[in-house]
């Protein structure tokens, strides 16, 4: 049951190792520029026009702050933290779909398609949780458990492909609103680098032994609010990309 695994800092390393000052570091951060998303997004009134997003933020801090808990209390290579990591990391990356959703919408706002997005969206992730259980199923020893960690697996792929569809979306509708545009783009680094990051895991075992693997995911994991606490803070409501060419890649 011990594997690695990364949330924001927080995760299983080799067995006899301690979370040390970097990891606490990465984990600090991260709990703070979620929290500061959010505190923000109140003090701006904003918090509802970008309610998903900030709904995503404030359970990541709560999430934070319960590892924390846990790893006191039970320890970090124990099974409880394992399961509260597992079912949790479920439950945000379900709540990063509906950010991304929202971003859809915000995107397609002009247009008449809300109703379709939202159809296509619930379908993909009922189908993902169908697949996922279809896959665990053959084993039916700690079929839950499984079913959780094939899941969070699916939905993160699911998320990939949803932030690259619409970053082309962005990128095709010539979209000029510059704080919508920054959010998507800080998506998609983030997504891009863990996807790499694990992929590298997975095709290369030596790669695990690094400190590049034990580094990078916590570093992706606090870039997202970091990136968005920046865009939040400097990027006004009104603010436009100035050239539409640039943002579409053209000379």
Same mark, same amino acid.
């Given at each position: 049951?011990?594997?690695?695994?990364?949330?924001?800092?927080?995760?299983?390393? &080799?067995?006899?190792?301690?979370? +040390? =000052?970097? $990891?606490?570091? #990465?984990?600090? !951060?991260?709990?703070?520029? %979620?929290?500061?998303?959010?505190?923000?997004?109140?003090?701006?009134?904003?918090?509802?026009?970008?309610?998903?997003?900030? /709904?995503?933020?404030?359970?990541? !801090?709560?999430?934070?702050? +319960?590892?924390?808990?846990?790893?006191? &209390?039970?320890? /970090?290579?124990?099974?409880? *933290?394992?399961?509260? *990591?597992?079912?949790?990391?479920?439950?945000?990356?379900?709540?990063?779909?509906?950010?991304?959703?929202?971003?859809?919408?915000?995107?397609?706002?002009?247009?008449?398609?809300?109703?379709?997005?939202?159809? %296509? !969206?619930?379908?993909?992730?009922?189908?993902?949780?169908?697949?996922?259980?279809?896959?665990? $199923?053959?084993? &039916?020893?700690?079929?839950?458990?499984?079913?959780? /960690?094939?899941?969070?697996?699916?939905?993160?792929?699911?998320?990939?492909?949803?932030?690259?569809?619409?970053?082309?979306?962005?990128?095709?509708?010539?979209?000029?609103? %510059?704080?919508?545009?920054?959010?998507?783009?800080?998506?998609?680094?983030?997504?891009?680098?863990?996807?790499?990051?694990?992929?590298? +895991?997975?095709?290369?075992?030596? #790669?695990? &032994?690094?400190?590049?693997?034990?580094?990078? =995911? =916590? /570093?992706?994991?606090?870039?997202?609010?970091?990136?968005?606490?920046?865009?939040?803070?400097?990027?006004?409501?009104? !603010?436009?990309?100035?050239?539409?060419?640039?943002?579409?890649?053209?000379?």
């Amino acid at each position: 049951m011990r594997r690695r695994f990364t949330s924001l800092g927080a995760r299983f390393l &080799k067995d006899g190792q301690m979370l +040390g =000052p970097i $990891d606490y570091c #990465f984990w600090i !951060a991260g709990f703070l520029l %979620a929290l500061y998303v959010v505190v923000w997004s109140v003090y701006r009134r904003e918090f509802f026009r970008y309610f998903t997003l900030n /709904l995503y933020m404030l359970c990541t !801090a709560l999430v934070t702050v +319960g590892q924390y808990v846990c790893i006191q &209390k039970f320890g /970090l290579i124990s099974i409880n *933290y394992f399961y509260f *990591y597992h079912y949790t990391d479920s439950l945000l990356t379900i709540l990063m779909l509906t950010v991304i959703i929202q971003l859809y919408l915000e995107v397609f706002r002009e247009m008449p398609v809300s109703r379709y997005i939202k159809g %296509a !969206a619930l379908f993909v992730i009922v189908a993902t949780g169908l697949v996922s259980y279809a896959v665990v $199923d053959q084993n &039916k020893s700690r079929l839950v458990t499984k079913f959780v /960690l094939e899941l969070s697996q699916n939905l993160n792929f699911v998320g990939v492909v949803f932030t690259y569809v619409l970053w082309v979306a962005i990128v095709k509708l010539r979209e000029t609103r %510059a704080r919508l545009v920054q959010l998507v783009l800080a998506l998609g680094i983030y997504y891009s680098g863990t996807a790499v990051t694990y992929a590298l +895991g997975n095709l290369f075992p030596a #790669f695990l &032994k690094t400190y590049a693997w034990r580094w990078l =995911p =916590p /570093l992706f994991g606090t870039w997202l609010p970091l990136a968005w606490a920046y865009t939040f803070t400097r990027v006004s409501e009104d !603010a436009r990309v100035t050239t539409s060419t640039v943002l579409a890649g053209e000379q």
